[in-house]
């Protein structure tokens, strides 16, 4: 992250570098110079704007692409084997009027009832300690991991669901719920 204005959102929440580089947080400008600039960095991947708009990260009105990240905070999404499946948002601005939080449309490969934010990072302290915290968001996974709780997982902002459940059983036999 180089945008000043993110490292200061981060700073005054508390969020050192070293977090923000683990959960690999990204931040999305707004504006059509930027989604070129996206376009234009999948492109030197061999990705094209459609596998961009197919995976929810840009959308496409007629001849016009805008994304719904727009100057949000970016969580990358895994899923339990380390492979990136969607994104979360969340607004930095205080006068922002959308929704706090949006993450990815659910597909084949991103399904927010099967998906818990941060396990890739938390296997193998949730394994050695047996036991897991689970919260409810990006945030407070980020900040659980950051005082030392590196055994915890998120359930991208909805409740916890059965498979949630079954996910976190293969790791550990203690379950501690962390909700706001």
Do not use: W
Request: net charge positive; hydrophobic share 35%.
């Amino acid at each position: 992250l180089k945008q000043p204005k993110i490292l200061a959102y981060l700073e005054k929440r508390g969020f050192k570098r070293a977090t923000v580089e683990q959960f690999r947080l990204g931040y999305l400008p707004s504006g059509i110079k930027a989604i070129n600039s996206l376009i234009g960095s999948y492109k030197n991947n061999d990705l094209l704007a459609q596998d961009i708009i197919k995976a929810g990260l840009i959308r496409q009105q007629k001849a016009i692409f805008f994304s719904p990240f727009q100057d949000r905070l970016l969580f990358p999404i895994q899923d339990h084997l380390g492979r990136f499946c969607g994104f979360g948002g969340r607004v930095i601005r205080e006068n922002d009027t959308r929704a706090k939080y949006y993450n990815s449309s659910e597909n084949d490969f991103f399904n927010k009832g099967q998906i818990l934010f941060g396990l890739t990072h938390a296997k193998r302290a949730i394994q050695k300690s047996d036991e897991v915290f689970l919260v409810e968001g990006y945030t407070d996974c980020l900040a659980m991991a950051q005082h030392g709780y590196t055994n915890t997982v998120a359930t991208l902002g909805t409740s916890c669901t059965a498979d949630h459940l079954k996910i976190l059983s293969r790791y550990a036999q203690r379950l501690y719920i962390v909700y706001d």
